[in-house]
């Protein structure tokens, strides 16, 4: 096992690169090249510590290389023996991984993802076609920017709904691969699938798609005139498929989304709070909506 480490004695070591950009636009726009003004030739991802790492070896993302700090190597030996062979699985020191990275990398472990073409917000044509054919529901977010939220939403698909629910995400979502909502999912980001809606596609058309393949779509809304979700589950016919919409902190979704969906429906909330954080409001409509499957 000792031959697969390569280590590194110089932050500038170009083999590094990726992990010495990560907090750059260099790293967070590569989903983008574009807007580099070059082509970027393998757009990559960070993902952070163990548990995030053991998601991505058991994902479709391909791994680019590993980067540990030498003090960490008898603690995850396991993990890093489940990492393919042709991998680079590079080694530093605390105070070397510290300048490469910019910051002091508490977990003391990374890894650089590649990302495939389909999942790239640039995309012209996601998978939308192959994921409501395979799905027993749908999650659509509709432009969350905030990391935090969206990685919590990963998160709680996975913990209770599973793989067969998917995420789709209108162009201006933030990205679920970008190291801080890859960590606040749990790495969840890497394991459920999702697809980045085109620009080109408005709310109306996207949300009729949807119901078009069977789906019963419900717009997520504190609005007083949205039905409450205890009357909905208690009408709800067998086996409907549902696609639950939800939006941004803040404004929520938008007059549009709500108008082209089937029904609004409102979580009951006590007289003296008007809403719910983004994150949690979804833990608890996929919770009350959507059984558990594996």
């Known amino acids: 096992m000792i031959d697969r480490f390569t280590p590194i004695h110089d932050p500038n070591d170009p083999r590094i690169e990726p992990y010495r950009n990560q907090k750059d636009a260099w790293l967070k726009a590569s989903h983008n090249p574009e807007a580099l003004g070059q082509p970027a030739k ?4 960070i993902s952070e510590g163990s548990l995030v790492l053991e998601h991505h ?11 540990i700090a030498e003090n960490k190597l008898q603690a995850h030996a396991d993990l890093l023996a489940k990492i393919p062979e042709d991998v680079p699985i590079y080694t530093a020191s605390r105070s070397i991984l510290d300048q490469i990275t910019g910051y002091p990398i508490h977990r003391g472990l990374l890894a650089a993802g590649i990302r495939p073409p389909q999942s790239a917000p640039q995309s012209k044509e996601p998978r939308l076609d192959d ?14 920017a905030n990391h935090d939220n969206l990685g919590s939403v990963f998160r709680s698909v996975a913990a209770l709904c599973g793989s067969r629910v ?16 890859l960590r606040v999912s749990m790495g969840h980001a890497l394991t459920i699938p999702f697809a980045y809606l ?5 709310w109306p058309a996207i949300v009729t798609t949807v119901k078009a393949a069977g789906f019963t779509t419900l717009a997520m809304t504190p609005a007083n005139d949205a039905l409450d979700i205890d009357q909905y589950i208690q009408n709800r016919p067998p086996d409907q498929k549902i696609a639950i919409l939800l939006g941004a902190e803040g404004p929520g979704l938008t007059q549009i989304a709500m108008n082209a969906s089937d029904l609004k429906v409102k979580i009951p909330l006590a007289s003296s709070a008007d809403s719910l ?6 833990a608890v409509a996929l919770h009350r909506l959507i059984p558990p499957q594996g």
Not at 131 to 144: G, N, P
């Open 57 to 67: 070896i058991n994902s479709p993302y391909k791994l680019h290389s590993v980067l």
């Open 131 to 144: 994921l409501l054919q395979s799905s027993r529901a749908l999650v659509i977010l509709e432009d969350l």
């Open 166 to 181: 998917p995420i789709l995400l209108s162009h201006k979502c933030c990205d679920p691969l970008y190291r801080k909502a």
């Open 277 to 282: 954080n983004i994150s949690v409001a979804a």
């Open 198 to 202: 085109p620009p080109e596609k408005n």
């Open 42 to 45: 393998d757009p990559l991802f």
